[in-house]
């Protein structure tokens, strides 16, 4: 999954992840909670990556609230070493997008960008490329499944992505 999302495949650092996240929850959750389809959502790409369930279930234990999102990003790039890699917004809009990108969660979002100096044109270039993908998405399940098969009928809800 990495290789073909983000072109690499690595074991992040422990120390990467855990600045990682905190960044990811304060843009998600800031439509006022990190809501069930998010949370499911954000751990399911986590162990699609590899990441471990007991690192995973301790993202649980973060309050987004909490976070100071311009440390949180400025350590993220520090510790990763980052500059030039905007993966984290392409995260960030994917988990949102689980309930509904919403314009609290966007507002948190180019903050984040803002206070890395990635221009705004870049940031509403990964958010077209994230409605790209929901389309494509959209048009292969219609393309294998004309017909909704048993296994859809729970799937289906959720799935509006903006």
Avoid: C, N
């Avoid at 996240?21 to 959750?29: E, H, M, S």
């Avoid at 100096?117 to 959209?138: D, G, H, M, S, Y």
């Amino acid at each position: 999954m990495q290789r073909e999302i983000y072109g690499v495949a690595i074991e992040w650092p422990l120390e990467v992840i855990q600045a990682y996240i905190p960044v990811l929850l304060k843009i998600v959750g800031g439509d006022g909670e990190v809501s069930d389809a998010e949370w499911d959502y954000l751990l399911g790409r986590g162990r699609a990556m590899g990441i471990p369930d007991e690192l995973l279930h301790s993202w649980t234990r973060i309050d987004h609230r909490e976070v100071d999102l311009k440390a949180a990003v400025q350590r993220l790039y520090e510790v990763a070493g980052s500059d030039g890699s905007y993966a984290f917004l392409y995260d960030a809009i994917k988990v949102s997008s689980a309930d509904g990108y919403h314009e609290s969660e966007r507002a948190l979002l180019l903050a984040a960008a803002e206070t890395l100096e990635i221009p705004l044109a870049l940031v509403q270039q990964i958010e077209a490329l994230v409605r790209v993908e929901e389309q494509v998405r959209r048009m292969r399940v219609e393309l294998l499944y004309p017909q909704r098969t048993k296994f859809h009928q729970d799937q289906d809800q959720g799935q509006d992505q903006g």
